[in-house]
Every structure is written in structure tokens, then in C-alpha cells.
């Protein structure tokens, strides 16, 4: 089955312990983003990656890392999350060119920072 | 400053009647305009597009409508079901592979 597979789904954690939600698609879809959706807020972009080793900012940036060693893999790294990091987080791909067909998301993370 | 809005926070309409859920754009230079569904705890899934140079898109019960000179587009979903009930998120492009998502709407279809 085609599919973005985050881990974990959910996640409490204490400010400033390090933690990595890791994103895997089987696609082989060159193109993988990270969005936090927050109430009123809509989906927010955090990182994007067009390619193996290509990564780039998105909107809200601050406070997270990214990495694209492997086509399938995205990881989102938080070094020293904060409160105000506590978020749904989503994981998403699609095939470069092929926007207008949309993304595939992940079930999403929920990550709440004590 | 969002580019893309959805107004209406939510919505709820009879089994059987028409559901419309709208969205307002600002920029004038989006190439084409998405609609995703999202159930509670899973991911939003694409649902329908248009191209800019359409004015309409339909895919079975779900029709999109571009009205360009109101920077307006629209999903209508006829009937709707009680599996319609999800929130409802618009996005358009502003960079290669990258979107601007409105806030979305909560539709509940009542049975």
C-alpha cells in the first residue's frame, strides 16, 4: 500500500530533551515536507526537502532540523523543543511535478512539550 | 497575512442537502487551487483540483468552483452524507511544491 508513515503517533516530552519523528514513504516520491497544524492556524510548513540532500525552510522554521540522506526517509529533529513546539505535526510527499494531484500525508504526530 | 482563507470555522448540514464550504485567495498569480479532507486523527487527503483557467472541476458528488475575478473558489458536495462530516482545508501554490493552506472547516453532516 502506498503510504507516509510517521513514528511515533504520539509523544509527551520534557523542554529541551532532544527527540526525531521519523517519515518514511514507499512512493519514491522525490519531493517530502513537514507541516504543524495548530488551532486557527491551519497547516504550516517547516521544512521541505525536493530531493536527496536538498532541503530548504519553510514558514516556522525555528527550533527544528531536518535531513534527506534517503529518498524515503524525512526525519524532523528537534535539538531543545519547547512548549510552544507542542503541536499535530504531518509528514507529506508527492511526486516532483505532480502538485496539482496534491500531497499524500501521514496520519500525523501529536507531540505535546511539558 | 493569509493568502489563503477559509472564513466559516465551521458548518453543518442536513444528510441529503448540499454542503458549500468556501475559501478567499489573495493572489492573483496561483496556478491552480486544491481541496483536502481531514479525519480526526489521520492525515488530510487530496480530494479535488482546478486549474486556474477553469472555472469548474467536478468528481462525482464534489464540484469546485473559480470565480477569478471575486478571488473565490468553492466545494460543493451534493448530497451530502453523514462520511462527508471531516474539516476541509483549501490550498494554493506559491512556490514549485509549496502551499499556502487555509485554517479549514469543520463540516458536520447531520443524518
Known amino acids: 500500500e502506498a503510504q507516509v508513515t510517521q513514528n511515533p503517533r504520539y509523544l509527551i516530552t520534557v523542554t529541551g530533551k532532544k527527540l526525531t519523528v521519523t517519515c518514511s514513504q514507499n512512493?519514491?516520491?522525490?519531493?517530502m515536507s513537514w507541516y504543524r497544524q495548530d488551532p486557527g492556524l491551519g497547516l504550516r510548513q517547516i521544512y521541505y526537502?525536493?530531493?536527496?540532500?536538498?532541503?530548504d525552510k519553510g514558514d516556522v522554521p525555528e527550533g527544528y532540523k531536518v535531513s534527506r540522506k534517503e529518498k524515503r526517509n524525512f526525519p524532523l529533529i528537534l535539538e531543545s523543543p519547547s512548549p510552544n513546539q507542542t503541536s499535530l505535526y504531518f509528514c507529506?510527499?508527492?511526486?516532483?511535478?505532480?502538485?496539482?494531484?496534491?500531497?499524500?500525508f501521514g496520519s500525523g504526530t501529536r507531540l505535546t512539550v511539558v | 497575512d493569509q493568502q489563503v482563507k477559509q472564513n466559516s470555522p465551521s458548518l453543518s448540514v442536513q444528510e441529503g442537502r448540499i454542503s458549500i464550504l468556501n475559501c478567499d485567495y489573495t493572489?492573483?498569480?496561483?496556478?491552480?487551487f486544491l481541496w483536502y479532507k481531514k479525519y480526526p486523527a489521520e492525515g488530510p487527503t487530496f480530494l479535488i483540483s482546478?486549474?486556474?483557467?477553469?472555472d469548474k472541476n467536478e468528481d462525482g458528488r464534489f464540484t469546485v468552483f473559480l470565480n477569478k475575478s471575486a478571488k473565490h473558489l468553492s466545494l460543493h458536495i451534493v448530497p451530502s452524507q453523514p462520511g462527508d462530516s471531516a474539516v476541509y482545508f483549501c490550498?494554493?501554490?506559491?512556490?514549485?511544491?509549496?502551499?499556502?493552506f487555509g485554517t479549514g472547516t469543520s463540516l458536520t453532516v447531520i443524518p
Open positions: 507529506a510527499s508527492t511526486r516532483q511535478g505532480a502538485m496539482n494531484y496534491g500531497y499524500t
Open positions: 482546478i486549474s486556474s483557467i477553469k
Open positions: 526537502s525536493m530531493n536527496v540532500e536538498v532541503t
Open positions: 512512493m519514491n516520491h522525490e519531493y
Open positions: 490550498a494554493a501554490p506559491y512556490k514549485v511544491d509549496q502551499f499556502y
Open positions: 493572489n492573483s498569480m496561483f496556478d491552480y
